[in-house]
């Protein structure tokens, strides 16, 4: 198979992680004889010190010209001020919206062997196979009016929380299609008790869950769910929510797994290439050490290569060698280990 990924290293620890991943991707393309060529883009605080703007039009064209976007992570101190125009941020929001990735995966797996690095008691994280579904590019995020006047002599903030029901019907479908793979539980988080966008987003959900009777569906308000996260993580399959409520409950959720620099994510749209990242920021702090934990976007590869390039086999084997490596003791610093990023690749690769 041969097909074009752009990769977008972006800001602090983003390109640590994303070369690792590529050695992952190539040494999968090796042994399977595929063709994947790769070409990098600038993205976030990068793109906006070389052109003045996260994301160039030049950039976005070519992620859309792409089978799959392999992306780091974005922003950093230099571009924090709050009163700046053009931050980072802006660049991943527009990347969502330019590529249409409407539904962000996000699973949570406990590994057996990290159930101590976690602060909750291990014998709640026994089990704990969460894939929470955050639908990425509606919502609070994007809803307009937006922005900033003075009402009544005071300075005024709108942000709107505004779906409409196709937004809702396509990714609460696609928790329902992933959730016939796994234990055929949906979980659709919602603030129906005070927000009429919750209350819409409910009426789709239970059409669909009628519709499709060997689905479980339960509705949850999200308080709610932000306590069942700790409490009875084991209990959650998928989860399906708004997308501030998704950023919010995954960055709960990656808790469990002990570090946030193991989890990755895929977004997905209506066929068009896939975006990849882990779920971690560019984490300054560590930038430039070769200690970051390259765990995230190694598995955010996996993901790509089960959903945007057709080779679930591969996928199976990447996690595996992943899984392999952690269980046998292989540990960044993150973890309590003191293996450097590409020390830990290597582990990965010798798995593989
Ligand atoms: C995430 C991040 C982003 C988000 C930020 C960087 C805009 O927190 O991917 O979860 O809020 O979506
Ligand atoms: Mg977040």
């Not at 998704?246 to 896939?274: F, K, N, Q, R, Y």
């Amino acid at each position: 198979m041969d097909a074009q990924i752009v990769v977008l290293p972006g800001d602090g620890i983003g390109p640590e992680v994303t070369a690792e991943a590529l050695r992952v991707l190539e040494a999968v393309a090796r042994k399977g004889g595929h063709a994947f060529r790769f070409s990098e883009q600038l993205m976030g605080g990068c793109s906006i010190d070389r052109h003045g703007t996260a994301l160039t039009p030049g950039a976005l064209a070519a992620c859309k010209a792409s089978r799959a976007v392999l992306l780091g992570a974005v922003g950093g101190p230099k571009w924090d001020d709050p009163a700046a125009k053009v931050r980072p941020e802006q660049g991943l929001l527009a990347l969502r919206k330019g590529l249409g990735v409407f539904a962000n995966l996000r699973p949570v797996k406990v590994h057996p062997a990290l159930l101590d690095s976690s602060p909750l008691k291990p014998d709640r994280l026994q089990g704990v196979d969460i894939l929470v579904i955050r639908e990425l590019t509606g919502g609070l995020y994007f809803g307009q009016p937006k922005g900033r006047d003075v009402r009544d002599g005071h300075e005024r903030a709108v942000d709107t929380l505004e779906y409409q029901d196709y937004e809702v019907r396509r990714v609460v479908e696609l928790a329902f299609r992933l959730a016939r793979g796994r234990r055929r539980k949906v979980t659709s988080v919602d603030k129906a008790n005070v927000l009429e966008s919750s209350r819409l987003w409910r009426q789709v959900a239970t059409a669909i869950g009628k519709a499709d009777p060997e689905v479980a569906l339960d509705h949850m308000l999200v308080d709610t769910a932000s306590m069942r996260l700790v409490m009875a993580p084991a209990s959650f399959d998928v989860v399906v929510t708004e997308n501030m409520f998704g950023d919010i409950l995954t960055d709960e959720a990656s808790v469990l797994a002990g570090s946030m620099g193991m989890l990755p994510s895929a977004s997905l749209g209506d066929g068009g290439p896939g975006l990849y990242e882990p779920i971690h920021g560019s984490a300054p702090d560590i930038a430039g050490q070769g200690i970051a934990n390259p765990v995230g976007t190694i598995l955010s590869a996996a993901m790509m290569l089960r959903h945007s390039l057709g080779l679930p086999a591969e996928a199976d084997a990447v996690e595996a060698a992943v899984h392999r490596a952690i269980a046998d003791g292989c540990r960044t610093r993150d973890l309590g280990g003191a293996l450097q990023t590409s020390r830990m690749t290597d582990e990965i690769l010798r798995r593989l």
